[in-house]
């Protein structure tokens, strides 16, 4: 994918470049690691996040919900642009790195305490399902844990930005709180009972 970016924007100019068909793509900025690579993993799974985030925009949100988490995706965007390059990178212009920063995990932080009050107490674990809306949230829940997971991987090994981390992080909180919204507030979970399969045998 060739791009070409403006001051705030980015056009792309060509979406197939042939150059990833060896098994290597290129990091933000510039280097040649293999599709495999862990940092691959990280921001592909952050994609695969701002994905499931959208099914569940078009599942068809409460409106608030749904400005919420379209700037989130727009987030989601930055959060793989800075796992795109290495903390510790000298490579490219510096200048131009973006960065997730504490403003970002303190909005979503702040998301939560809005949402939080309007939902009833837990009594249970919870399971993703009820209503088509909860059911997706959770589904971008749980991918969204799996990037964090990713992302923790590669800290192990490399330099990771911690901001990214923890935005990651707040975000699957946000997705879960959001899930209960969308199964009225919480009452209509759908909780989890340990053992009931088999006490049904019984």
């Not at 197939?16 to 060896?22: E, L, N, Q, S, V």
Request: charged share 30%; glycine share 8%; hydrophobic share 40%.
């Amino acid at each position: 994918m060739v791009a070409l970016r403006s001051s705030r924007m980015v056009r792309l100019d060509r979406i197939y470049t042939r150059a990833g068909d060896g098994g290597e793509t290129s990091l933000g900025d510039g280097r040649r690691v293999s599709k495999d690579d862990s940092r691959i993993w990280a921001y592909g799974t952050v994609d695969e996040t701002g994905a499931a985030v959208g099914v569940a925009v078009a599942a068809g949100l409460e409106p608030a919900a749904t400005e919420l988490l379209r700037r989130v995706m727009n987030d989601l965007f930055d959060v793989g642009a800075d796992l795109a390059v290495p903390v510790d990178s000298t490579r490219g212009r510096q200048r131009e790195r973006l960065r997730i920063d504490q403003r970002h995990v303190e909005a979503l932080e702040r998301a939560c305490d809005e949402w939080s009050p309007r939902l009833a107490p837990l009594t249970s674990f919870v399971l993703s399902g009820g209503t088509p809306q909860a059911a997706a949230l959770h589904q971008a829940r749980t991918t969204c844990r799996r990037a964090e997971r990713l992302a923790v991987r590669l800290a192990a090994d490399e330099p990771v930005n911690e901001h990214a981390i923890a935005y990651l992080n707040r975000l699957s909180d946000l997705l879960f709180i959001l899930a209960r919204v969308h199964n009225d507030d919480g009452r209509a979970d759908v909780l989890w009972e340990p053992g009931a399969s088999l006490a049904e045998e019984q």
